[in-house]
């Protein structure tokens, strides 16, 4: 005899689908535009309701934009080791701001979970409200402190302090939501599975390390993704702080739409230069999403 659904379980469904419906209208016309930029990136002409009869499949513009011509009769502008400098220098700023943050927000997530201290409260609090400014606010004091500690700092060493600038002044602006976050993950442990280790002779380090980090491991892929996205795509940071000739592909592709170019560049090759831009951020989210879909902001898995 066939299993019959309950009242309940028939319900579930259907809100299921309905959210689902939701948010896929929802999510519809940034789906269409991601669609339009990938699709173009690989056709002859940028891709409009009006020309769609006359597009033809082609990787030129991959091609050119890899050999630094904006336009198919333009001559090279850039090298390849040019744009291969420009990606690994966004990788250098997504990487280190993405160490930086989920090193310091486990510790101090841990710390403000466990650890029992005067106005540990308070600093919960404050934490949330320092994740609420924006951080064009403080690009003044910012910018004034990094001048003044560059001054002493002799020519040949200041590009490679500018990307270390860059990196913390970015980590910083994620870090205080992060470790309100890891706090979560780390209140949903309990306390008994720390102390029967640490009963067993163990140090809180290795209790830290080896039993407390693998349980939250969800809440360290959540910010890593989190960080990982805000340092490959900072913009005002990298532009205000970074020498002028090293780019980010954030930067490139923000100069060539506001330079006054856009009359004489090859839009789908530009198209190309926003795929790329894309492409590393869905890699890492493919790798870390079985523990991002484990979680939530509280640190309760679902």
């Not at 991601?34 to 991959?62: D, K, P």
């Not at 990606?87 to 029992?116: D, E, P, Q, W």
């Not at 979560?184 to 039993?211: L, N, Y």
């Not at 790798?287 to 991002?292: D, K, L, P, Q, S």
Request: glycine share 6%.
């Amino acid at each position: 005899m066939p299993e019959v659904a309950d009242v309940e379980t028939i319900n579930r469904r259907r809100m299921n689908v309905t959210l689902g419906v939701v948010v896929l209208l929802a999510s519809a016309p940034i789906l269409v535009m991601y669609f339009v930029l990938i699709a173009s990136s690989f056709t002859n002409q940028m891709i409009t309701g009006g020309i769609i009869g006359r597009l033809t499949f082609t990787l030129e513009n991959w091609l050119l934009f890899f050999e630094g011509k904006l336009a198919v009769t333009a001559a090279s502008v850039l090298s390849f080791w040019d744009i291969l400098r420009y990606i690994f220098n966004t990788f250098i700023i997504a990487f280190g701001v993405m160490i930086v943050v989920t090193v310091l927000s486990t510790l101090a997530g841990y710390a403000c979970s466990r650890m029992k201290f005067k106005g540990r409260t308070f600093l919960i609090q404050l934490l949330i409200l320092l994740h609420a400014f924006p951080g064009v606010s403080l690009i003044i004091a910012v910018y004034a402190l990094y001048i003044f500690s560059k001054q002493p700092l002799p020519a040949s060493t200041w590009t490679l302090y500018s990307f270390l600038y860059v990196i913390v002044a970015r980590a910083a602006l994620e870090v205080p939501m992060d470790i309100w976050i890891m706090k979560g993950f780390f209140d949903k442990v309990p306390w008994e599975v720390e102390w029967s280790a640490i009963i067993d002779g163990a140090s809180r380090i290795k209790v830290w390390k080896d039993i407390v980090l693998p349980l939250v491991k969800p809440g360290i892929a959540a910010i890593a993704i989190f960080s990982f996205i805000a340092g490959w795509g900072d913009l005002i940071y990298v532009k205000v702080f970074l020498p002028a000739t090293e780019k980010t592909l954030a930067t490139y592709i923000e100069g060539l739409l506001a330079g006054g170019s856009l009359e004489i560049v090859h839009l789908p090759v530009i198209a190309a230069a926003g795929t790329l831009y894309l492409i590393p951020t869905l890699v890492f989210f493919t790798f870390v999403r079985r523990y991002m879909l484990q979680t939530s902001l509280s640190g309760i898995k679902g």
